[in-house]
C-alpha cells in the first residue's frame, strides 16, 4: 500500500508514473556518495542511464500511437459487427420457412446464446447511443477522479473525488471549479452531498472522514454562467483550455473530523435524514457517525474481506455494504432497539457497488462482470442479471426513470433498465469517452434540457457531463417488445 494510503485496486490498475526516475536518482546519489568510482567511468554510467531513459521515452511514444491505432480499429469493428447483425437479423425475417435462404451460423449462435429474437438485439445495437450525447468536461484534477456526485439541495452543482488528494465543486452547466478542498492528506476516494444543505462528506485513503461546507453562493453561479454566456462557440474551446489556470476558493481545513477506522476508509454517505453518516473502510468494518459531534456510534462488523462501498437508502434507515469477499450486507436501522443483517451471495468475485433504488431495490455489480437486481422485501435470488464484458465499478441508478449507469474497465458506459434490458452505450472514439477505466457513475434528478443528467468520471482524470435522453431510450425500449 503506497504510504498515502491512495487506492489501489488488486487488478493493478494503478501504476506509479515515477518509478523510474526515482530509481535512476538513487543510483547517481550512491555512485557520488561512495566516490569510489573513477571520474571517467561514472560519466560512462551517466550516460548509459540518460540513454535508457530516452529508450524508454521512444517506446512509451510508440505504445500511445500503437493504443490510438488498437482503439481505432476496435471501433471499426464495433460497427462491423452492427453491420452483421442488421444483414443477419434482415435475412431471418424475409426468409420463409423450408426455403433455401437461411439465416448465417452467426445469427443462429445470438439466438441459442441469448436466447433471444435477432432483431432484438439489432434493434439494441441501433438505439445504442441516439440518445446520448457528450455536453461538457470538467478539467482541473491533476490524477485519477475515484467518484462523482450530484448536490441534491443545490441546483447545478456537482462534487467530485480525486486520487491528487483533492475534492473539487463544480458549477454543472459551466465546467468551473467554484472550490476545493484540499484537507486529506491521502487519495479521497468518494465525496457525498447532505440530502438537504450544502455540508459535504469524503473520505480518504489517510483513514479518516471529513464533514466540510460547500459554501458556494449563488453569486459565484451567476458568475460563472456569465462568463459564458458572453462568449460565442468559437471561443469556448480557449475557454476551456484555461479553465485548470481559473482561481477557485479552497478549504484546508474541515468542519469535522470522523476517525475510528485503521486503514483506508473508501466510500462515506449520509443517511436519510442526514443526521448520521456511514463510513466503509479496508479495515473490514462499516463505522455509523453523529454528523452533527463526530462521536462513533457503531461499528458494523461481519465482512471477511475490505469493504469496497457503502450506500444508504434515499428515505429510509437502510445501509447496505459490499465487499471483496463476494458479498453484501443489508443493515436494517428502522427499529432503534436493534438492527438486523442480511448477508447476499449472489456474486463470484468482489462485489464493487451496491445502491438502492428509488423504490424497494438493491443493484450490486461486481468484478464477476455481472449486474444484479434484487427486491428489498425476497433478496433470496435476483429478479434481473445482467451480463457484460467487463468488471463494474462504481455504478449509480436514476431517481427518475430507475436507469443505471454502469461504469466498466474497458471504458465504457453502459445503460440498462431493472428488468435487464439493455437501453443505450455512450458513444466513445478519438475524441469522445473516457481513455481509461471509468471509476463511477451519477445521475442528476433534474430533466435533462438545458444540460447534463449523468456525470462519469474515470482514472483518466476525466469528468464527463452526459445528455441522456432518458423518455426516448424508454419509448425505443416499448417499441422493441411490441414488435416482440
Known amino acids: 500500500m503506497p504510504s498515502d494510503g491512495a487506492v489501489v ?34 560519466s560512462r554510467l551517466y550516460d548509459l542511464f540518460d540513454h535508457i531513459e530516452k529508450e524508454f521515452q521512444n517506446l512509451y511514444v510508440e505504445n500511445v500511437a500503437l493504443q490510438e491505432k488498437v482503439d481505432q480499429l476496435n471501433e471499426r469493428l464495433e460497427l ?68 462523482v456526485c450530484w448536490c441534491p439541495s443545490t441546483d447545478g452543482i456537482i462534487g467530485t473525488a480525486s486520487a491528487d488528494h483533492t475534492a473539487r465543486v463544480w458549477d454543472a452547466c459551466s465546467s468551473s471549479c ?47 454562467h ?54 466503509a473502510s479496508w479495515d473490514r468494518a462499516a463505522n455509523v457517525y453523529d454528523a452533527a459531534t463526530g462521536e462513533l456510534l457503531q461499528s458494523l462488523v461481519g465482512h471477511d474481506q475490505e469493504l469496497t462501498h457503502a450506500s444508504t437508502h434515499p428515505s429510509q434507515k437502510l445501509v447496505v455494504t459490499s465487499s471483496k469477499d463476494t458479498t453484501f450486507r443489508l443493515w436494517d436501522f428502522r427499529d432503534r432497539s436493534m438492527h438486523s443483517v442480511n448477508v447476499f451471495q449472489g456474486h463470484t468475485e468482489s462485489v464493487t457497488s451496491a445502491v438502492f433504488t428509488a423504490g424497494d431495490k438493491v443493484v450490486s455489480g461486481s468484478d464477476d462482470r455481472m ?41 465504457h458506459v453502459r445503460l440498462y433498465d431493472l428488468a435487464g434490458n439493455r437501453l443505450a452505450r455512450l458513444p466513445r472514439g478519438n475524441r469522445l469517452g473516457h481513455k481509461r477505466m471509468v471509476c463511477a457513475t451519477a445521475w442528476s434528478d433534474k430533466e435533462v434540457t438545458p444540460g447534463c443528467n449523468l456525470f462519469t468520471c474515470g482514472f483518466d482524470r476525466k469528468v464527463l457531463g452526459w445528455s441522456v435522453n432518458l423518455e426516448k431510450e424508454n419509448k425505443d425500449k416499448d417499441k422493441d417488445k411490441d414488435r416482440d
Open 226 to 279: 456569465s462568463s459564458e454566456d458572453e462568449v460565442d462557440m468559437s471561443e469556448k474551446e480557449d475557454m476551456e483550455e484555461a479553465a485548470d489556470h481559473v482561481e477557485s476558493a479552497v478549504i484546508r481545513t474541515p468542519s469535522t473530523e470522523l476517525r475510528g477506522h485503521t486503514s483506508v476508509i473508501i466510500a462515506a454517505d449520509w443517511m436519510a435524514a442526514g443526521d448520521q453518516i456511514v463510513t
Open 9 to 42: 485496486k488488486s487488478k493493478s490498475k494503478q501504476r506509479s508514473h515515477h518509478a523510474r526516475d526515482s530509481d535512476v536518482m538513487y543510483v547517481r546519489g550512491d555512485l557520488d556518495g561512495e566516490n569510489t568510482l573513477p571520474a571517467n567511468i561514472r
Open 80 to 147: 462491423a459487427l452492427d453491420r452483421q447483425l442488421d444483414k443477419d437479423a434482415d435475412v431471418s425475417e424475409i426468409a420463409p420457412k423450408g426455403g433455401k435462404n437461411k439465416p448465417s451460423q452467426f445469427s443462429q449462435k445470438i439466438k441459442t446464446t441469448y436466447k433471444a429474437s435477432t432483431s432484438k438485439i439489432v434493434s439494441s445495437f441501433k438505439t445504442g447511443s441516439s440518445g446520448c450525447q457528450l455536453v461538457r468536461e470538467y478539467k482541473g484534477h491533476r490524477d485519477g477522479v475515484w467518484d
Open 371 to 411: 449486474v444484479k437486481v434484487w427486491e428489498i422485501k425476497n433478496m433470496r435470488s435476483p429478479v434481473a442479471t445482467i451480463r457484460l464484458d467487463s468488471p463494474v465499478n462504481r455504478l449509480s441508478v436514476s431517481p427518475a426513470h430507475n436507469v443505471i449507469a454502469i461504469p466498466h474497465d474497458n471504458r
Open 178 to 224: 467554484l472550490l476545493q478542498y484540499m484537507g486529506h492528506t491521502g487519495s479521497v476516494n468518494s465525496i457525498k452531498f447532505h440530502p438537504y444543505n450544502q455540508l459535504v462528506v469524503t473520505a480518504s485513503g489517510d483513514n479518516t472522514a471529513h464533514i466540510w461546507m460547500a459554501a458556494v453562493t449563488p453569486s459565484n453561479q451567476e458568475k460563472a
